[in-house]
C-alpha cells in the first residue's frame, strides 16, 4: 500500500496563476484533510471531507477549493495564487469516527512568487 | 486560551536522558490523543495514540493520559539524536466532527 500520496512535490506559482494539489489515499478511509503549515503556526485545517459527497470549511479557507472526486481522491485548487499561500501543503487521511488516527502525505511545497 | 498548548522548545536533552514532552488541552470532553513526529521537511508521523487515563508503552515510547488535568505527555527513553525531530500533540476535541486539532509542535534536540 502507497498510503497517502500527493503531486506534485515541489511547485512554483507567479501571481495570479491557478493550480490544483493532487491527493490519493488506498487504505478505504472516509474522511480526507487538507493543512497547510507555515513556519511558528504549525497545522492549520484548510478543508476537509468526513465522507465522499461533503466537504466542509476548516480553519483557514479563504482562497482555496476542494473536491472530492471518489473515495480515494481529495484535490485542493489555489484560482488565484497569493504570495500569502506560500505553504508547504499536506493531505491527510482518516478512517470516520474519534478513536482513529489521521495518516499524512508527503506533502507539496508551493512557493508563489 | 489555545485549545491545544505546547510549549515549542527546543527542548535539549543529553543522549541517552528521559525527554518529556508535554501537551495540554482545553475540552475535558476529549477522547482520543495522538503523538507526531515530524523530521524537518517530512511530513508528520504517527507514533502513539492513547485513549484513556494512564500509560501507553510502545518501545522507546511512553504516552500518559490524565483526563482530569487535561494533559497528554510523551516520554522518550534512552533518547537517541534521531529522536530530534518536532513532536506534535493532537486532540480530537468533543464537537469536532472528524478533525483533529494540533498544536504548534515542541521542537525536540538530542545532543551528543
Known amino acids: 500500500n502507497a498510503g497517502v500520496t500527493q503531486t506534485p512535490k515541489f511547485q512554483v506559482l507567479k501571481t495570479g496563476q491557478s493550480m490544483t494539489l493532487q491527493c490519493a489515499q488506498d487504505?478505504?478511509?472516509?474522511?480526507m484533510y487538507w493543512y497547510r503549515q507555515d513556519p511558528g503556526m504549525g497545522l492549520r485545517l484548510i478543508y476537509y471531507?468526513?465522507?465522499?459527497?461533503?466537504?466542509d470549511k476548516g480553519e483557514v479557507p479563504n482562497g482555496y477549493n476542494v473536491s472530492r472526486l471518489n473515495k480515494r481522491e481529495f484535490s485542493l485548487r489555489l484560482e488565484s495564487a497569493a504570495p500569502s499561500q506560500t505553504s508547504v501543503y499536506f493531505c491527510a487521511s482518516r478512517e470516520a469516527g474519534s478513536y482513529y488516527e489521521q495518516y499524512f502525505g508527503p506533502g507539496t511545497r508551493l512557493t508563489v512568487t | 486560551q489555545k485549545e491545544v498548548e505546547q510549549n515549542s522548545g527546543p527542548l535539549s536533552v543529553p543522549e541517552g536522558a528521559i525527554a518529556s514532552l508535554n501537551c495540554t488541552y482545553s475540552?475535558?470532553?476529549?477522547?482520543?490523543f495522538f503523538w507526531y513526529r515530524q523530521y524537518s521537511g517530512k511530513s508528520p508521523e504517527l507514533i502513539m495514540s492513547i485513549y484513556s487515563n494512564g500509560d501507553k508503552e510502545d518501545g522507546r515510547f511512553t504516552a500518559q493520559l490524565n483526563k482530569a488535568s487535561q494533559y497528554v505527555s510523551l516520554l522518550i527513553r534512552d533518547s537517541q539524536p534521531s529522536d530530534s525531530a518536532t513532536y506534535l500533540c493532537?486532540?480530537?476535541?468533543?464537537?469536532?466532527?472528524?478533525?483533529?486539532?494540533f498544536g504548534t509542535g515542541t521542537q525536540l534536540k538530542v545532543e551528543l
Open positions: 475540552d475535558r470532553g476529549s477522547q482520543s
Open positions: 471531507s468526513a465522507s465522499e459527497g461533503t466537504t
Open positions: 487504505m478505504n478511509h472516509n474522511s
Open positions: 493532537a486532540v480530537s476535541l468533543t464537537g469536532g466532527g472528524n478533525k483533529l486539532t
